[in-house]
């Protein structure tokens, strides 16, 4: 690691490789962890909102990139003003719900019609409270753009039979990535599709062949009520265990392989690039086995589970830079929009990379 | 004392080896290189200073965009007491973390205990009857002609039982009013079920599988106790109340908090519902003892039952399941007290 005064900008460029660390400790975010949850059980979940503030502080401040951490500025009373106002939509979704099921339907027009703005606002907020090195991130995309890459592309892939699905996703990344900008210096990605489509191939291999074997197990039929003798339930649960990790690993495999793609294609501004290397099966196997231990441990294994994941991303990712990664200048600008993207998280909506 | 750390100009991510000063007078903070040259000065308080969290590097940010960082966390809370780090005091202590899990683990007792219960069974009081009639209407579309058919059962054995029933609720001094719904029901077989508004569907299948009037006296019974209680409307304000406050105390409602959640809201909700049913059974006992009547036929009948549904092995694991494992309940029924 570079720790001296970075050089001059006339001296030669050349390229530093700096690997992503996470410095973080499972023991020591465990203690913030659960004094956090106890004091939002104490503040009858007004504190929640410091608390979440302080965990992605936590693992934004732990994230580095040769000398400097990434550094988290979201205000907790903007993110409880958001949560309250997606808890008053919720109140009224139940009411509606409850009183008139025939009014539904509007709700779900609103919200459609309210997607694309909330994942906009959710992007944009994320990027303005995120910064490194005094250098804020900053997000422009547009409603139309979002409603382009979110619905307008995945009604496509749905109406050509996911032949074009690997289209939507690029439009979805190209959405994500080309609009964000480290200070005045646009991000840049261009992903070749063909890469996409082999990767959703793959997938759908994995997951037409688990249906293979499942229904080879069970023949066909999986009525629980029936009796059945110890062979038959012997192979429905293999047939389980397999179709679970086929339905839920096929998605996190897929997710690991676009994930590399999209930062080894991703530029930002003219001398910047990245390299992420996560290994699918070692990926798969970490968000398996964090639900697992999660699970059976109550959730007291939660943050060593989630600092798990967090080393492990970091460990694959490295940014190559000229030597001179000083010459980055901020954009004055205004705060995001922290209602949409707490409505958003309120929804889980996720809308990560 | 300075404090060695980092400088960075407004706005820009170049950094400079530098030190952060306190003026002699307290007033000023300042941010000078090696050689002393000043880069930096405000007033004390109009620079805002990170709080403390973990090990993370303090910032030190100026009004016009200039930042000083400092891994020295020791150093910054000396240089500006008063600077509040009680959270990250609390944060830092294994004994307090003992005692917050200890807390935690209480509350989440008292809450699965009492809470939910109790806050179930008031709004079920304080739910109107209209809308009770809404949610079981809605209950009711959404089986209606997938599972329930219209019933298959001969005049004359649908006129008995419905002289049946209305014995069954003449016995109840609860003012309750039930009515009957029987239906063909192939797909779910032998069982009956209450609708929050009184409404009890019987199934064909299981007017069937009733060898005496008197077991399916348990039957209803046990359903109209259902609907004394409300319990319908209770289970679905408690299924709703887990992850809404899990939602609340968290504020975190994405794939991986739910998926954790998943299994023991389940386990918790089988739990409250085999309390409902227990609840049902001890008062059908009642009823039907106090009526003359033997609630060792129920006990039979759900014997029978299990035996139809499930085979000689039985229904799984009675922590799983729904209702308490049957063995227990025709045992609970065969020495139930006449009151």
Redesign the interface.
Known sequence: MDTR??AAPQAPAASLRNTMRF??SAG?????W?????L??VTL?IF??W??V?SK??FY??TYIG???F?YHAAPLRILLG?AIAFGFLLAYSLTA??S?KLIGLWYLLFLAALPWLIKSSLRFAARNTS????RFDFHGSYWGACKAFILWQMLAVVTLLSLLPFAHRARDYYHINNNRY?QTAFQAEIPVGKLYKYYGLALLAILGALAVIVGLTGGTMNI?K?ADGLVIAARIVAVIFGAVAFWGAPAYLGALTFNLALNNTRLGENVTFESHLSPVRMTWIVFS??LL??IS???L?PWARVRRARYMAECMTVVSPAD????????MPAGNTIGEEVA????I?FGL | MPLPGFYFPPGSARQTEAELYLTADGKYLEVRDGGGTLLASAPRRQVTVTSRLGNLRRKVAYPDGALFETADNDGIDALLTGHNGALARLERSWRLAALSLLAIAACTALFILYGVPRSAEWLARETPPSASRVIADQTLKAMEGKFLLPTGLPLARQQRIRDRFARVAGWEASGHGYDLLLRNAPHVGPNAFALPDGRIVVTDQLVLMAKSDTELDGVLAHEMAHVNHSHGLRSVYQASLIPAAIAFITGDASQFAQMTVILPAILVQSAYSRKFEQQADDDAAILLRRQGEDPAALAGFLERMELKTCGKTGCGPSWLGSHPATSARAARLRRAPAQ
């Open positions: 005064p970075l410095e973080g020591e975010y465990f203690k913030i659960i004094v956090n949850i106890a939002t059980i979940g929640s909102a608390a979440k302080r502080r936590y401040g732990n000398t400097n951490a550094d949560r409850a009183i099921p490194y090195r005094n250098v200070g009520f009796p964090n639900i999660t699970m109550l959730g007291l939660y990664a000083g010459d980055f200048q901020s954009m004055p998280s309120f929804f889980d996720d």
